[in-house]
């Protein structure tokens, strides 16, 4: 009988902060500058330059300690990792090791298998390094130094989950939540949001947690969820063959779907950590600690709950809805406009959904104004223009965020209200089919269908459907 197995996961997940300066300098944090631009003596290394520490990454890591249930250090110190890398032009970083910002707190994740509490063993806020660039055509390496200095927080967890399912909700947790509090937009693919896998295989009731490895340069989900999988088995295979795991830390390529051995796992002793003799500890009030808390915006938990209550939401829009801090900001700005949250509900989730997927944007690219979208509810409820007419304005409106009212006026595009017209128009269609007219007599309501169609066929869409439908049975029944 083949032997059961376990996985063993804990994540140690990079966050850039959404600050607009650097955490010891002044220079720009703005993603995609011309390399080596945003950058000055200290983020470079520079001998006798000196950091000065940014306020508000202290209170961004206060904030998602906080919404994560930790204890905060309110005495706390930066010291130095050392290391001797190109993209590290200081030949250390700036990080915490004896007293990080937050310590253990925990998030509840949401799986098939249930509610669970995945902890947290730590926060604590470091430097991001430069950036190197392999040419593969010039046969060298080159490096950016913009992102050397830029503000993270690391958040590490308890080795807690079993699966990649776990992984992938914790992840889902940490990310709305960060995105939720403004402290970062938690773009993976722009590596705002980085996460290192550290996993381990047991046979299946073991105390003892197998030899780990480290897994590194995963940039989206799924590949998350494939890297996972290919260690998992690699892991699985050595062990079934009598081999052992050896403690290193690898590189997934997704392209490949495999990992390569990049080095072997350090320790902390090879990182000779010490105290930054160039930085204060960081002293964290009273005061200052009851001032961030009481900043703390509303999270989706309570957003999805109020929705329901405020709104009168069924829970699977407030879902929806809820999935995404900006598309929740559209929401309410919108209601507030027009006054008819399920209407605007009903917008988002059907027409502004399907086209993000025919684009293949996420909610956070949403770049019309609710001003617009609360117009466009006005035009279809004071019946200036039908829904099937709304529905090519709004993907206007998706598009290029026009004004309806304008758009509207300049395409002809309001409700024909003429009942001579209509009556005229119909009453052609009938003549030209006198089939449909003996099909309707003999008790076939379908054939009413086919008249009403073509009658907004000929009005283009722009007559109002209920007119249309009573004037054509009222003149099919003569």
């Not at 490096?143 to 990649?164: F, H, K, Q, T, W």
């Not at 909700?169 to 939720?180: G, H």
């Not at 949250?341 to 609710?370: G, H, I, Y």
């Not at 052609?428 to 907004?456: H, R, W, Y």
Request: hydrophobic fraction near 35%; include cysteine.
């Amino acid at each position: 009988m083949s032997r059961q197995y376990e996985i063993v996961i804990g994540l140690e997940v990079h966050v850039e902060l959404a600050t607009k300066t650097k955490i010891f300098c002044g220079c720009s944090t703005a993603f995609g500058g011309a390399p080596n631009t945003h950058t000055c003596p200290v983020c470079t290394g520079m001998p006798g330059s000196l950091p000065v520490l940014n306020k508000q990454v202290v209170e961004y890591a206060l904030a998602v300690g906080l919404a994560t249930n930790c204890s905060i250090n309110q005495f706390c110190k930066f010291d130095r990792k050392n290391y001797f890398y190109p993209d590290n032009p200081q030949n250390y970083q700036i990080s915490q090791l004896y007293l990080p910002i937050c310590h253990d707190g925990w998030v509840e994740i949401e799986t098939a298998a249930g509610k669970k509490k995945v902890r947290i063993h730590e926060i604590h806020m470091e430097e991001d390094a430069g950036k190197l660039i392999h040419d593969e055509w010039e046969d060298c390496s080159l490096v950016d130094y913009n992102r050397s200095g830029v503000p993270l927080i690391e958040i590490v967890s308890e080795p807690d989950m079993r699966s990649a399912e776990e992984v992938i909700a914790y992840l889902e947790k940490l990310r709305m939540t960060i995105q939720y509090l403004g402290a970062s937009d938690c773009k993976l693919q722009e590596g705002s949001m980085r996460a290192d896998v550290n996993l381990s295989v047991r046979e299946a009731g073991a105390a003892q947690f197998g030899t780990r490895t480290e897994m590194k340069n995963l940039n989206s989900f799924k590949a998350i969820a494939r890297a996972i999988e290919g260690e998992r088995t690699r892991q699985i295979e050595l062990l079934e063959d009598g081999k052992k795991v050896i403690q290193e830390t690898r590189r997934w390529d997704d392209n490949k779907e495999s990992s390569h051995a990049m080095r072997s796992k350090e320790d902390a002793q090879d990182y000779r950590y010490f105290p930054d003799p160039d930085l204060v500890p960081v002293m964290i009030s009273d005061e200052w600690l009851d001032r961030v808390r009481a900043a703390q915006p509303e999270l989706r938990p309570e957003k999805l709950a109020r929705y329901q209550e405020e709104y009168g939401l069924p829970l699977y829009d407030a879902d929806i809805l809820t999935g995404s801090k900006h598309l929740a900001d559209v929401f309410e700005a919108t209601v507030a406009l027009s006054g008819k949250p399920k209407e605007v509900s009903n917008w988002l989730m059907t027409d502004a959904m399907r086209l993000l997927k025919e684009t293949e944007k996420d909610p956070e690219d949403l770049n019309f104004t609710p001003a617009n979208l609360a117009k466009l509810i006005g035009l279809v409820d004071r019946n200036v223009i039908n829904r099937t007419v709304a529905r090519t304005v709004f993907e206007a409106i998706f598009r290029d965020d026009v004004d309806p009212e304008l758009y509207v006026e300049e395409h002809g595009l309001k409700v024909v209200n003429d009942e001579g017209a209509l009556k005229k128009t119909i009453e052609e269609l009938l003549l030209k089919n006198p089939q449909s007219v003996a099909d309707f007599k003999a008790g076939k309501k379908k054939a009413m269908g086919f008249i009403v169609g073509q009658t907004m066929r000929a009005m283009k869409g722009k007559a109002d459907p209920a007119v249309v439908n009573q004037l054509v049975e009222e003149l099919m029944s003569r």
